[in-house]
């Protein structure tokens, strides 16, 4: 069945560094956009990054630009988020998402926790 | 970046009710508007995209309209099993992709 598994969360300390994985299943990973959504404890979705099917494309969240990068290898059928500089802001569940118009299909997410 | 706004921020109601949720976008956005469900500790599940196509799945009893600014979300018949979150995101222009801030519907 079509599925997206997040891995990689964990608990870093602010300016710390750790890149999270995705796991696509089920699909054609190679022809689809891919997204980084992540919802702080208790609040909102926020879209933090996207890349485009073939990588040729990538936009950011201003609040993480410069600071995360969103990789894939399609032939691993993986998305990948480097996050460097963590703050404790970033702390949050981060999801992956298969663009097709709307995000269609959602990973079960990751939780990120940034403390001292 | 487009805002979208949703109303109310949360809403009680019981089985039965028809329940409506609303979305306004900061400017127009033709019908490129997805609704999502999310229940605590889960990840978000599409609804509706292009504001009123229903996705493949979901059941009958929700339903999306509206098109340009105003959009609306109903459920015609409340089940328990409808009781989370609900948000609205745009994707007419990007980046960046931006949500509603979620309405919580609970039990009455």
């Known amino acids: 069945q079509v599925q997206l598994v997040e891995s990689g969360g964990g608990v870093v300390q602010p300016g710390g560094s750790l890149r999270l994985s995705c796991a696509a299943s089920g699909f054609t990973f190679s022809s689809y956009g891919m997204h980084w959504v992540r919802q702080a404890p208790g609040k909102g979705l926020e879209w933090v990054a996207f890349i485009r099917y073939d990588g040729s494309n990538k936009y950011y969240a201003d609040s993480v630009k410069g600071r995360f990068t969103i990789s894939r290898d399609n032939s691993k059928n993986t998305l990948y988020l480097q996050m460097n500089s963590l703050r404790a802001e970033d702390t949050a569940v981060y999801y992956c998402?298969?663009?097709?118009?709307?995000?269609?299909?959602w990973g079960q997410g990751t939780m990120v926790t940034v403390s001292s | 970046a487009i805002r979208m706004t949703q109303s109310p921020s949360s809403l009680s109601a019981s089985t039965g009710d028809r329940v409506t949720i609303t979305c306004r976008a900061s400017q127009g956005i033709s019908s490129y508007l997805a609704w999502y469900q999310q229940k605590p500790g889960k990840a978000p599940k599409l609804l509706i995209y292009a504001a009123s196509t229903l996705q493949s799945g979901v059941p009958s009893r929700f339903s999306g309209s509206g098109s340009g600014t105003d959009f609306t979300l109903t459920i015609s018949c409340l089940q328990s099993e409808d009781f989370a979150t609900y948000y609205c995101q745009q994707y007419y222009s990007y980046p960046p992709w931006t949500f509603g801030q979620g309405t919580k519907v609970e039990i009455k």
């Open positions: 998402a298969k663009d097709q118009e709307a995000f269609d299909i």
